[in-house]
């Protein structure tokens, strides 16, 4: 059976690593930081005998009134359909053309007589 170097050699250096109390080799090195502050001495408690009575709040100046909401505009009334326009009346018929007056017959003793000149 044939083995591979790279295959031995990253488990066992991990574990001559772990025996020597190094740490892993995928930990994280930790880095040193400054010391912390010490925590400040807390405050003494004020003694509550030597403090003044403290000032009431004044009241809030009340402010101007808020306008109050103007009422909607009623809505329109719709404007009302038009009416239809009525049907035109129809052209009456024309009246016929009265029938021209016949020609009086002519009158006999005006007419000269056949024959005759004027």
Do not use: E, I, N, W
């Amino acid at each position: 059976m044939v083995m591979f170097a790279s295959t031995l050699t990253v488990p066992l250096f991990a574990q001559g690593v772990h025996r020597l109390g190094l740490g892993s080799a995928l930990d994280p090195v930790p880095v040193p930081g400054p010391d912390p502050a010490p925590d400040p001495a807390p405050d003494p408690a004020p003694d509550p005998a030597s403090d003044p009575a403290p000032d009431p709040a004044p009241d809030p100046a009340p402010g101007p009134a808020p306008d109050p909401a103007p009422d909607p505009a009623p809505d329109p009334a719709p404007d009302p359909a038009p009416d239809p326009a009525p049907d035109p009346a129809p052209d009456p018929a024309p009246d016929p053309a009265p029938d021209p007056a016949p020609d009086p017959a002519p009158d006999p003793a005006s007419d000269p007589a056949p024959g005759r000149g004027k």
